[in-house]
């Protein structure tokens, strides 16, 4: 399947495109994606430990499933004033 990965906020600096796709496998779940963008970026290697993560408008978690066609968001903590 083929899963389309947004970063947000410093993320950015990382994948400065904003997006990657993925292939990933028909099982796959969140933490797949996430050890997937590992391989692709070792900055992004702990990526689950400090963020959100969104599949298309819903809040998700490592065991989230993952199916063909998806938005995977990664957003960082937010600080405001």
């Known amino acids: ?3 389309r990965a947004l970063f947000f906020g410093h993320y950015r600096d990382t994948v400065p ?3 990657l796709t993925l292939s990933l ?11 997937a963008l590992a ?7 702990d990526i689950l430990s400090r963020t959100r ?5 819903d809040f998700a978690t490592p065991e989230t499933p993952l199916k063909d066609g ?3 968001a990664f957003l960082p903590p937010m600080s405001g004033g």
């Open 39 to 45: 391989l692709t970026d070792l900055r992004l290697a």
């Open 1 to 3: 399947m083929i899963i």
């Open 53 to 57: 993560v969104a599949v298309g408008a």
């Open 17 to 19: 495109s904003g997006e």
């Open 25 to 35: 496998p028909d099982s796959a779940t969140v933490a797949d994606a996430a050890a």
């Open 70 to 72: 998806d938005e995977l």
